[in-house]
């Protein structure tokens, strides 16, 4: 028998959605649960077994490791598409992400998915913390973001062809098979598409792929068993990706009755990711976010929401994502922001708010059978809260809550998962003013 630790007493919410409980005993032994109830403590009373350390959880509530849906790690906290586009070096942009992966498990966060990364570094620094190089969650990731030359929130930031940035420009459907193979090559466990861009003199975004655009990299991804995301931020892109094979629909802004039946017929799961909308809808005039912008944003989680809980309430697969890595949602502070806006605007309960981000969440890091729930022969990434999330479940965004975190059955030393650093040189664009000094700004 091997050395064993027993985590004993307090409530256990397993992430399977099933209704909290006392907890009887979870036994971890290596990276793994190997019992829970009866089992765990026979196994402690074993005489073969070498060492048991026992962890005491009574009053705290037992729960899996947050699974983050979407973030983007190597983007630190950007402000600006320029900024992040042009002056961020690759070698400083890989070392910074590795630095920022500790915040992330300090807020209970032991796996995520990035859709896509500056310099394309994901696959690189994902191998880094498997092999156990640098410490951070467990990563699945893309490559960078396949953008046709519309572009996509950047605008005509983005270039005609090559690269910039988190971007690979597509300009036909043999470049979208030849990328979309590349990436895979190259160590890709999602591919993007960044259906929806921002056109100048048009509102909103638009769908800036066709049909055989998308299907052909559903395709191609799906025939080398790599499944496909999308940015979709407006009705009509939601429903054509989700038709043409779209695995996993991000944001689904503004989804109509047409894009709902076409993700529940064809099986799309969404991760909506109203947490940077609700920062800057509910705090953006703290940071002097651009005026107007808090009632748009409002307005479009309102609308959108109607429309997500009706895709709940029809079994589609429904993930938490934070969107951590711009100025708005900073690693380790907004993580479980999204449980609070499922729970007040979708109306889900805690403990289904809480499944988006365990259960759920171990489908789009395709390790469903390793992850995302308290059950035995899992991985034993586990988070101990000082409070009870189904009574307050905003006390999951608030790190100081989180006594615990196992991380691949390691007990982390919380005081070590906050790093700080001095300002690199020219990582951040200065402004001269947040405003235009007009004659009238100076003198009325």
Same mark, same amino acid.
Do not use: Y
């Given at each position: 028998? +091997?050395?064993?630790?027993?985590?004993?007493? &307090?409530?256990?919410?397993?992430?399977?959605?099933?209704?909290? %409980?006392?907890?009887?005993?979870?036994?971890?032994?290596?990276?793994?649960?190997?019992?829970? &109830?009866?089992?765990?403590?026979?196994?402690?009373?074993?005489? +073969?077994? %070498?060492?048991?350390?026992?962890?005491?959880?009574? &009053? %705290?509530?037992?729960?899996?490791?947050?699974?983050?849906?979407?973030?983007?790690?190597?983007?630190?906290?950007?402000?600006?598409?320029?900024?992040?586009?042009?002056?961020?070096?690759?070698?400083?942009?890989?070392l910074v992400a590795a630095q920022n992966l500790r915040k992330m498990l300090r807020a209970g966060v032991t796996s995520f998915v990035d859709p896509d990364t500056s310099h394309g570094i994901g696959p690189a620094l994902r191998d880094a913390v498997n092999a156990g190089v640098v410490q951070g969650p467990r990563i699945k990731t893309g490559v960078q973001a396949l953008l046709t030359a519309v572009g996509g929130t950047a605008g005509r930031l983005i270039p005609d062809e090559g690269t910039v940035g988190y971007a690979q420009i597509v300009n036909n459907k043999d470049e979208i098979v030849q990328w979309v193979r590349r990436h895979i090559k190259y160590g890709a466990d999602w591919i993007k598409l960044h259906a929806t861009g921002s056109v100048p003199g048009r509102s909103g975004e638009l769908l800036v792929w066709n049909r055989e655009e998308i299907k052909a990299a559903c395709q191609t991804a799906h025939e080398l068993s790599v499944p496909v995301m999308a940015h979709c931020r407006g009705a009509q892109s939601v429903q054509v990706c989700a038709e043409e094979g779209v695995d996993l629909?991000?944001?689904?802004?503004?989804?109509?009755?047409?894009?709902?039946?076409?993700?529940?017929?064809?099986?799309?799961?969404?991760?909506?990711?109203?947490?940077?909308?609700a920062n800057l809808a509910d705090f953006g005039s703290k940071v002097h976010a651009s005026p107007g912008m808090e009632d748009i944003f409002r307005g479009e989680i309102e609308q959108t929401a109607k429309m997500i809980r009706k895709a709940y309430d029809n079994g589609v697969r429904i993930l938490s994502g934070s969107e951590s890595g711009f100025a708005l949602t900073p690693y380790g502070h907004w993580h479980g922001r999204e449980l609070e806006i499922f729970v007040n605007s979708l109306d889900l309960t805690p403990v289904e708010a809480i499944t988006t981000a365990t259960k759920n969440?171990?489908?789009?890091?395709?390790?469903?059978?390793?992850?995302? +729930?308290?059950?035995?022969? %899992?991985?034993?990434?586990?988070?101990?809260?000082?409070?009870?999330? +189904?009574?307050?479940?905003t006390v999951l965004n608030n790190k100081s809550e989180i006594s615990t975190v196992i991380a691949n059955g390691e007990v982390l030393n919380l005081s070590e998962l906050w790093p700080s650093r001095e300002q690199l040189a020219g990582w951040k664009v200065g402004n001269w003013a947040s405003e235009i000094l007009t004659w009238d700004k100076a003198y009325r």
């Open positions: 028998m +091997t050395d064993i630790m027993l985590i004993s007493g &307090g409530t256990l919410i397993d992430g399977t959605g099933a209704d909290p %409980k006392p907890n009887t005993g979870i036994a971890v032994a290596g990276n793994q649960i190997i019992a829970l &109830g009866d089992e765990a403590t026979n196994l402690v009373n074993d005489p +073969t077994t %070498k060492e048991v350390t026992e962890l005491n959880a009574a &009053g %705290k509530t037992i729960m899996p490791g947050l699974i983050d849906s979407h973030l983007h790690c190597s983007f630190d906290d950007v402000q600006s598409n320029d900024e992040l586009f042009f002056h961020r070096d690759p070698t400083l942009v890989a629909i991000l944001h689904a802004s503004f989804m109509d009755d047409d894009g709902l039946e076409a993700v529940i017929s064809n099986g799309s799961s969404i991760c909506p990711t109203f947490t940077f909308l969440g171990a489908w789009a890091m395709q390790m469903e059978d390793q992850l995302g +729930t308290i059950e035995q022969d %899992k991985l034993a990434d586990i988070i101990i809260v000082d409070s009870d999330p +189904t009574e307050d479940i």
